[in-house]
């Protein structure tokens, strides 16, 4: 009796613990042991069972009512640990107002360390060795042009279903935080340097960063930075596009330096709150945008920006969640590392080629002296070949000789002028002595020449 009141709290423990799995499989193994107890001694035990026989029947039924139970227990819940850089998708919950969730499963959340464990889906947090990338990683296309906007650029995007995360790693991504433009400062720390202010460096070099102030554009808050095994992760650098997002949306065609880009690429990297980063998880913009609504627009233009250098496809819930966003502002631009255009240069006027027929007309116009290879030279102009044509103004032209007087009308010889203003009206006056006309009652002073 004692055996079987203890079997019976087994059962009844294995009920609430594991439903009806659990007590199955309790009372297969208390049956269990009860049959080989028969078996092996012969005796009825506290079942009474009838000789060996019954007890071989009962320890096969036990084995079977194990199995039975193993089937009907409830699978597992796993916990998932709550990455430092990049979580799994199932981590971001899609809300109605696309920001933190209202309510979000119940998940151990352990306190983050600077070197999580390798299977993790997560980057280290100012790790002090620097590995350079190998190989020569870039992108599948060039940025998009200047000048592009954000909402134009999305309609060039595809629009597919999500695919499976089959084969999804970090490490698909390479080495978190690589040195890909070989600088000798890791990624991590050059998105410090670009997005910090009142930077404090570690020591001389430029690159690590010991502190300093970030201005968060999805937050909206100043958050100080503190290099530290327990102060690093508040300040993470986000992949504007997550990286598993990617993954499922383009990115397994990728080659592996295509992939290392992606993921060390500025355009893509942003510094952000720790815990802010942590909620997005691997959220696209239908399930997690900023809770800094004036940063939005922004945002968004940047994973539209990503997603065509990077030959990603959207969504459609992806795609209406960014057509939504970039309706309140329609004049963003896709963010680019293009130079603007230069402004094409005025064409110089055309100088028509002025000829010259000698020097005076070159002198006339101004244009003396005249410069070989400058309009208007001719080696005709040139005398002595030195390469300067009329160098000195030629003499002015001698002034033409004044016309003769006009001869006077010839007087008929037998004239004869009452008076000497008969003559002037003549216009034979004055009258000489022996010219025709002349008379001494014109010549009043008797000196030869009358109507003086």
């Known amino acids: 009796m004692i055996v079987g009141g203890f079997g019976l709290f087994l059962i009844a423990l294995g009920l609430i613990t594991s439903g009806i799995g659990g007590a199955l499989i309790l009372a297969a193994i208390l049956a269990l042991f009860t049959g080989l107890y028969t078996v092996l001694t012969g005796r009825g035990s506290w079942a009474r069972l009838a000789g060996r026989k019954a007890g071989s029947i009962v320890t096969a039924a036990s ?75 870039g992108a599948p296309q060039d940025q998009p ?21 089959t084969g999804y790693d970090r490490d698909q991504f390479g080495q978190a935080w690589l040195d890909v433009d070989r600088n000798g400062c890791d ?18 070099v430029p690159c ?8 968060d554009p999805y937050t909206g808050t100043t958050i100080p930075f503190l290099r530290g095994q327990n102060t690093s992760s508040d300040v993470q650098i986000d992949h504007v596009v997550a990286l598993a997002d990617a993954w499922q949306k383009g990115a397994q065609q990728l080659t592996f330096e295509q992939r290392v880009a992606f993921a060390n690429d500025p355009l893509n990297l942003q510094a952000t709150d720790g815990p802010t980063n942590q909620q997005k998880g691997a959220g696209d913009a239908a399930t997690w945008l900023p809770p800094n609504r004036s940063f939005r627009c922004e945002y968004v233009a940047r994973q539209i920006s990503v997603k065509a250098t990077y030959s990603l496809w959207v969504t459609q819930a992806e795609h209406d969640a960014m057509a939504r966003i970039l309706s309140n502002c329609a004049d963003t631009m896709a963010p680019t590392n293009q130079a603007s255009p230069t402004p094409a240069a005025e064409p110089e006027p055309v100088v028509e080629q002025s000829v010259y027929a000698n020097c005076q007309e070159a002198f006339l116009a101004g244009a003396a002296p005249l410069h070989i290879g400058a309009p208007g030279y001719s080696p005709s102009l040139d ?15 001698p002034a033409p000789a004044p016309a003769p007087a006009p001869a006077p009308a010839p007087v008929p010889a037998n004239v004869y002028y009452e008076n000497c203003a008969a003559a002037r009206a003549a216009g034979a006056a004055p009258v000489y002595a022996g010219q025709p006309g002349y008379a001494s009652h014109l010549d009043g002073n008797s000196d030869g020449v009358g109507c003086e």
Request: hydrophobic share 40%; proline share 13%.
């Open 145 to 165: 042009e200047y000048g592009v906007k954000a909402l134009a650029l999305l309609e060039t995007l595809p629009i597919k279903g999500r695919a499976p995360k």
């Open 383 to 397: 005398g002595d070949s030195d390469g300067v044509a009329c160098e000195t103004a030629p003499a002015p032209a």
């Open 208 to 215: 690590k960063v010991q502190a300093g102030t970030l201005d």
């Open 187 to 204: 990624t991590r720390n050059d998105m410090l340097n670009r997005d910090l202010h009142d930077i404090v460096h570690a020591n001389s």
């Open 63 to 137: 084995v079977v009512a194990v199995v039975v139970g193993g089937a009907l227990m409830p699978p597992a819940v796993d916990t998932v640990p709550t990455a430092t850089a990049e979580q799994t998708e199932t981590a971001a919950e899609p809300t109605a107002t696309a920001t933190a969730p209202a309510t979000r499963p119940a998940v151990p959340t352990p306190s983050p360390t600077p070197s999580p464990s390798p299977s993790a889906d997560v980057a280290p947090v100012d790790d002090d060795d620097v590995a350079e990338a190998q190989g020569d990683p």
